[in-house]
């Protein structure tokens, strides 16, 4: 009789917080898997229409998860979050903007084609400037950032290099605003990355669109998170970056320049997140000094989502979130402007439920 009575007497020794976390937590269990079920009885949506939102959600993960890493490297060494991270994106967007903006104001008319400029004479080579431009200047960024709001605060209360980062984000917000002004700008892409134009997949009876843009950003987010791995992982500057991020007092009596190894990690992040903002500008199109805080937010969600401090749960959680922000309205029924929310509700769940993340934090002993 006694070996039947287990489960109850767990239950009856769960503080009331922890039981109040179970039982809400069998609520939304339960009503998501309602919502589901409902969704797929009801046949809302076809295959071709679940194509097409995985592989916008695969898309939008690859960039969530370059500017999730940026979180994840900085947290990391220095243990605090970057929250001005998404302004180092924007400035790698407009980077490549201008770039292509210069280039396609820049005439090399033909015979055949009077009308023609160097952005549609030579695509590949204006989009490998468009994002070394990109990528450079968003690394200086993320140099200057460093040195100047959060160098000086190494030793201060957690609190303090947090408050500068949200001051640092909304001042290179109105900087880029004053700069750049306040409307919207259309990304001009090379006629043949032009957004609209792709392969078409059969699904079914009918075709859905695999754009040019989509692949590219796909194919190049994995290309950099791929390097960047092998970076950490197997040079001299991730063996130092490892060794900071474990122990810096340890460090530096090993020979490690641990504030060479910093810079240096933010310029890595800046350059990461640079190439994300160009890629957002080729696949979404408009821009303005506004675009870099809801990605910035969502992709320290994906961080979160991840494991803070773990460069495999970064890009897990970019594209675990970015399928799941696809997939979220359709699933669950309800209005696909409310993607933001189920993001922000994901980071919510996380952060009660587990807060180590899927793949859990990489803390040193010190940190812990």
Not at 205 to 234: C, H
Not at 236 to 244: C, E, F, I, Q, T
Not at 257 to 265: G, K, L, N, P
Request: charge should be positive; avoid cysteine.
């Amino acid at each position: 009789m006694n070996d039947k009575k287990p489960f109850l007497k767990d239950l009856s020794s769960l503080s009331p917080g922890r039981l109040i976390r179970l039982v809400i937590s069998l609520v939304v269990v339960g009503w998501i898997g309602w919502r589901i079920y409902n969704v797929f009885a009801t046949a809302s949506f076809g295959p071709d229409t679940w194509t097409r939102l995985i592989v916008s959600g695969l898309i939008l993960g690859g960039m969530y998860a370059l500017i999730a890493i940026g979180y994840t490297l900085v947290y990391g060494i220095l243990f605090m979050i970057n929250f001005a991270h998404g302004e180092v994106m924007m400035i790698g967007a407009f980077s490549g903007y201008f770039v292509f903006e210069a280039f396609k104001a820049w005439p090399m008319p033909t015979a055949d084609n009077p009308n023609l400029n160097f952005l549609n004479a030579n695509p590949i080579l204006s989009i490998v400037v468009a994002f070394l431009a990109g990528m450079t200047m968003s690394a200086l960024a993320g140099y200057f950032l460093e040195k100047i709001a959060y160098r000086p605060l190494r030793g201060a209360p957690r609190l303090v290099p947090l408050i500068s980062a949200i001051g640092a984000s909304i001042f290179l917000q109105n900087a880029a605003q004053l700069l750049f002004g306040p409307q919207r700008r259309d990304y001009q892409n090379p006629d043949f990355l032009w957004r609209g134009t792709g392969w078409m997949l059969p699904i079914g009876d009918t075709k859905v669109m695999i754009t040019y843009t989509g692949v590219f950003s796909f194919v190049l987010s994995a290309i950099l998170m791929i390097g960047l791995y092998l970076l950490v992982q197997r040079t001299r500057l991730g063996r130092s970056m490892r060794a900071v991020a474990q122990d810096k007092a340890t460090a530096a009596l090993m020979g490690v320049d641990v504030d060479a190894t910093i810079s240096q990690t933010f310029i890595i992040s800046g350059v990461l997140a640079g190439a994300a903002g160009v890629m957002w500008g080729i696949h979404n199109g408009l821009i303005n000094h506004y675009i870099g805080f809801i990605p910035g937010i969502k992709a320290f969600t994906a961080a979160v989502l991840g494991g803070i401090g773990n460069i495999p749960g970064a890009m897990l959680g970019g594209m675990v979130l970015g399928v799941v922000e696809a997939l979220g309205p359709a699933l669950l029924g309800i209005d696909f402007q409310l993607k933001d929310v189920i993001s922000f509700l994901i980071l919510i769940l996380v952060l009660i439920f587990r807060p180590s993340g899927l793949l859990g934090e990489a803390l040193s002993e010190e940190k812990v």
